[in-house]
């Protein structure tokens, strides 16, 4: 009989491990629309190693990375790890079950919230510098498996942060990769200040709401460009500043090049007609010379990002400031 702990419930007996759990696993011949590409299945709970947790999970936040990794595209995630499937999900709240060997700072019962960025611990980029840099930088439930769509993830233990105690679990669970990304690009990319006005484009977004809030916080001037009225009564009670709804100016959007002429199903660009923005950092480097390209030739899947670009040592700056690209640390 299978030991599965029934869905919704928290053993009292913390830290005893079924043998089996339930995730929603997605197998590489299964890639394509998402409802029928994730199926509900009973796999093996995996064992931490020394440095390792494997958390409850209590609430899993969704993110566009699972999407793609149903869909295989823009790049398979199967050409991202050799595990034969793959449980998506970056973010997650929950009670950590069991850890490795060398973990000292969690135990079993600690409330966490998980960021997503898995690294080496052990290069300089690991060690005082910036971890998103760290040559085997991998963002945890895209780039690995093991992510958050099942009963137990298996993680590093440097993803485990303190559960915020006034957030319930499905709050706590909701806003890590959003929120760290758009501090990350304001605070440590542009070095936002008091009084600088930053455009936030789809400033209603994921990214976005957190992006408003955080310039609000440095006492900056949030300029919000969303779509739509009620977007606007939204931004407004977030603190923006001003704001632009962009269906008041229709051309004020993004459209895909089309100067190649290629049709949709004709797969994606060249490489050289792809947006050469960063996609983590902003920092504006090429994404060709992302580190997880699939081919020489082709850049990778959209949160890939120039090694070089997340660096705490990267030059080049977010276009948010008008500053000029030096950075003091
Ligand atoms: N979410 C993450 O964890 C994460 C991490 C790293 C990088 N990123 C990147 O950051 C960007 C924003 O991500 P997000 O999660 O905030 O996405 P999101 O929640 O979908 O928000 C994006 C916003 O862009 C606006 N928009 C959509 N189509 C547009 C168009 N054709 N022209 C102009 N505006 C358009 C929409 O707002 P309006 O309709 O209100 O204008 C939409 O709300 C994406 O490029 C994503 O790949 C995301
Ligand atoms: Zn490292």
Not at 231 to 242: N, Q
Request: charge should be positive.
């Amino acid at each position: 009989m299978s030991d599965v702990i029934p869905l919704g419930e928290v053993p009292a007996d913390l830290g005893r491990m079924p043998k089996k759990m339930l995730a929603w696993v997605i197998r590489p011949e299964r890639e394509g629309d998402p409802e029928q590409s994730m199926k509900l299945e009973e796999v093996d709970v995996p064992e931490p190693g020394p440095n390792e947790a494997l958390v409850l999970v209590m609430g899993a936040g969704v993110n566009f990375n699972g999407v793609w990794a149903a869909r295989g595209k823009p790049v398979s995630v199967f050409k991202m790890h050799s595990e034969p499937m793959h449980i998506a999900g970056s973010d997650a709240s929950g009670i950590v079950w069991k850890v490795g060997d060398q973990v000292k700072r969690w135990k079993a019962g600690d409330e966490v919230v998980i960021h997503c960025n898995q690294s080496c611990g052990q290069c300089p980029e690991c060690n005082g510098l910036d971890p998103m840099a760290c040559s085997e930088q991998k963002i945890w439930g895209y780039e690995t498996s093991w992510g958050s769509f099942a009963q137990f993830t298996k993680v590093q233990a440097q993803q485990l942060l303190r559960k915020p105690k006034q957030l319930d679990w499905l709050r706590a669970a909701s806003y890590g990769l959003t929120y760290f990304t758009a501090y990350r690009m304001l605070v440590h990319q542009a070095e936002v200040t008091a009084g600088d006005n930053v455009l936030v484009w789809g400033a209603a977004g994921g990214l976005g709401v957190f992006a408003v809030q955080i310039c609000k916080m440095l006492g900056a001037n949030p300029i919000a460009i969303v779509g739509g009225k009620d977007k606007v009564e939204m931004v407004k009670s977030l603190g923006a500043s001003a704001w632009i709804d962009r269906n008041d100016y229709p051309d004020l959007m993004y459209k895909p090049p089309s100067a190649s002429g290629r049709s949709p199903s004709a797969g994606p660009p060249p490489a050289s007609t792809w947006s050469s923005t960063c996609a983590t950092c902003g920092c504006g480097r090429s994404r060709s010379s992302a580190r997880t390209s699939p081919t020489p030739t082709r850049p990778s899947a959209p949160t890939s990002s120039c090694t070089r670009g997340r660096s705490s040592r990267c030059s080049t700056r977010s276009s948010l400031s008008s500053r000029p690209p030096t950075r003091t640390r």
